[in-house]
């Protein structure tokens, strides 16, 4: 926290994430090898990702230009842009995890592929996490995007200068 009593939010690195998929995929890899039988995975995850992806990716391209005030755009409220940086930031922890998670269930059937159930396990794990992948770029993107610009015109840091 600052001085001034008020809470710095800092931008999503590379370390939480890729913590989390690290995490998600030893939970893939447990689960996976700990059930006994084939667990059932729904294709349905894969469609549900990628329309999440287009939403936030499409969001933060309106939101950048919103933010940037380019003519022809309404400004946006400062309160929606805070929604819109919680809602990236959730979804990039999220989508970390579920990378990591269905990647450790394709690698925990990769060796076993001649099998067509393990196949189509296989082939299923690795979409969802392929789709999970692209939701986390388009949620660091939507982040990016709700980025204040610098203000060119304020370079007086004395503290009574505003």
């Not at 893939?28 to 700990?34: E, R, T």
């Not at 979804?91 to 394709?106: D, E, I, N, V, W």
Request: charged fraction near 20%; glycine fraction near 8%.
């Amino acid at each position: 926290m600052s001085d001034d009593g008020r809470g710095t939010l800092t931008p999503t690195g590379w370390r939480v994430p890729s913590l989390l998929a690290v995490l998600g995929a030893l939970a893939g890899l447990l689960v996976a090898n700990s059930v006994t039988g084939l667990p059932l995975m729904p294709w349905s995850a894969i469609p549900t990702l990628l329309l999440l992806a287009f939403a936030e990716a499409f969001t933060a391209g309106r939101t950048a230009r919103r933010i940037r005030r380019e003519p022809g755009t309404e400004p946006m409220e400062p309160l929606s842009a805070a929604r819109l940086l919680a809602l990236a930031k959730a979804s990039a922890l999220f989508a970390a995890l579920a990378t990591g998670f269905f990647a450790g269930m394709a690698l925990s059937v990769s060796d076993r592929l001649e099998l067509a159930s393990h196949r189509e396990v296989f082939l299923t794990a690795l979409g969802t996490a392929a789709s999970a992948a692209l939701l986390l770029a388009a949620a660091l993107y939507l982040e990016h995007a709700c980025r204040v610009p610098e203000d060119d015109g304020d370079d007086d840091d004395t503290p009574g200068a505003r």
